[in-house]
């Protein structure tokens, strides 16, 4: 599972929203689900990515959206995550290994 964070509102997420619709498309082949959730449409959403972040050990000035959690690491900017969210998803797939994002670190 990848679990990624957006919020409507930022610039950089919209210019990510293209190659994420396509991604959900692409890597539910390889049976990763992605998992979508906008930081300002709840209380709850936003205290989700918060214990992301806690748990990821993203430093505070690295928590910044969009930001993707996949396996033990996450990518964030919207041009890392195109460039490397498929790789990372690959990496996990052909490894066998693959954290789910909402165990790791607990």
Not at 49 to 65: E, G, K, P
């Amino acid at each position: 599972r990848v679990v990624y964070f957006y919020s409507t509102s930022c610039p950089f997420c919209r210019d990510t929203e293209e190659f994420i619709t396509k991604a959900a498309s692409d890597f539910s082949k390889w049976g990763v689900r992605l998992e979508r959730h906008n930081i300002l449409s709840s209380q709850q959403e936003f205290a989700l990515y918060t214990d992301f972040a806690d748990r990821y050990n993203v430093s505070q000035n690295l928590r910044v959206i969009p930001m993707a959690f996949i396996n033990t690491s996450y990518i964030y900017t919207n041009e890392s995550i195109k460039a490397d969210l498929a790789r990372a998803i690959d990496d996990c797939v052909q490894s066998g290994t693959c954290v789910d994002p909402y165990v790791f670190g607990k």
